[in-house]
Nanobody
Framework: QVQLVESGGGLVQAGGSLRLSCAAS????????MGWYRQAPGKQRELVAA???????NYADSVKGRFTISRDNAKNMVYLQMNSLKPEDTAVYYC???????????????WGQGTQVSVSS
């Protein structure tokens, strides 16, 4: 069983920065894409940023130029550096990873428990 554990959320004023981290509980498996999603109250969960095992990245238009996703493949960790935060960035942020399931012979999607990010105006 693999778990993803997020850290780094909190309360920050508009214009501030936060760095989220996500660690996989095991390292003896293959991970393809890793990413960050967020869900604000009353809204659907949305992709914030994703990164492939080779380092290719994809961002939501709303965070381009402000957020940066990175990963450490050796440690099976993914990070999200969030700068110039806005009140509309307030949400629960979830880490996600495509992890190879050897029993099923395919990649399965795993989710972290979420970490709250609150941005005050």
């Amino acid at each position: 069983q693999v778990q993803l554990v997020e850290s780094g959320g909190g309360l920050v004023q508009a214009g501030g920065s936060l760095r989220l981290s996500c660690a996989a509980s095991r390292s003896d498996f293959s991970i393809n894409f890793m990413g960050w999603y967020r869900q604000a109250p009353g809204k659907q969960r949305e992709l914030v940023a994703a990164i492939s095992s080779g380092g290719s990245t994809n961002y939501a238009d709303s965070v381009k130029g402000r957020f940066t996703i990175s990963r450490d493949n050796a440690k099976n960790m993914v990070y999200l550096q969030m700068n110039s935060l806005k009140p509309e960035d307030t949400a629960v942020y979830y880490c996600s990873a495509d992890i190879f399931n050897s029993a099923r012979g395919q990649y399965d999607v795993y989710w972290g428990q979420g970490t709250q990010v609150s941005v005050s105006s």
